[in-house]
């Protein structure tokens, strides 16, 4: 895997996200050399979900209000149901992203994470995978859906599952790395 060590991504998460989807592709950028923080409308921690129930506790590092998009080299959104349900009504964190596909700078996303990302309505003409339950809305959102383990177009690299993450964490850094 490619070198992060002056790299800063942010990892925008909210409570309810897959624990799988933010603990391997954090350890993958971690273990690439990079600075990440988690990043939240909540304060101090947000909960994961794992196998149908609540699951590990990840600290939070800055709050979406203290933080400017403009600081970051990358970004990174975990998938689960709940945590793109509710920043993709967040104004903070859709205002967040569009700054990172305005500026063409590396935007990973998996399994329910582009949710966030339509909301930016800036992915019209781009060619990504998600997972299949949000396949209709991602090409609502003028998008051509892929059925492929990791899909990079330009700076925005998807994938669909936890299944992927092997793949999806050797891309992400790689793409984060250029």
């Not at 991504?9 to 933010?22: Q, Y």
């Not at 998938?79 to 349900?85: A, F, H, L, R």
């Not at 909301?119 to 809305?137: A, F, H, I």
């Amino acid at each position: 895997m490619g070198s992060l060590t002056n790299v800063k991504v942010a990892i925008i998460s909210e409570n309810g996200f897959e624990e799988s989807e933010m603990t391997s592709p954090k350890a993958a950028l971690e273990e690439a050399g990079t600075t990440v923080h988690v990043i939240s409308p909540q304060s101090n921690s947000i909960l994961g979900w794992n196998d149908g129930d609540w699951g590990k506790e990840i600290k939070v590092d800055k709050n979406i209000g203290d933080v400017a998009a403009a600081d970051y080299d990358a970004l990174y959104l975990p998938g689960g149901v709940m945590n793109p349900d509710k920043l993709r009504t967040n104004e903070e964190a859709i205002d967040f992203a569009k700054h990172f596909l305005k500026e063409g700078k590396p935007v990973a996303a998996i399994c329910h994470g582009p949710q966030t990302l339509i909301e930016t309505e800036m992915l019209k003409g781009k060619t990504m995978t998600s997972y299949k339950s949000v396949k209709t809305d991602v090409e609502n959102a003028g998008v051509q859906w892929v059925d492929e383990e990791v899909v990079v177009d330009g700076a925005l690299i998807t994938s669909r599952s936890p299944a992927d993450l092997p793949a999806f964490n050797k891309r992400m850094v790689e793409e984060f790395a250029k």
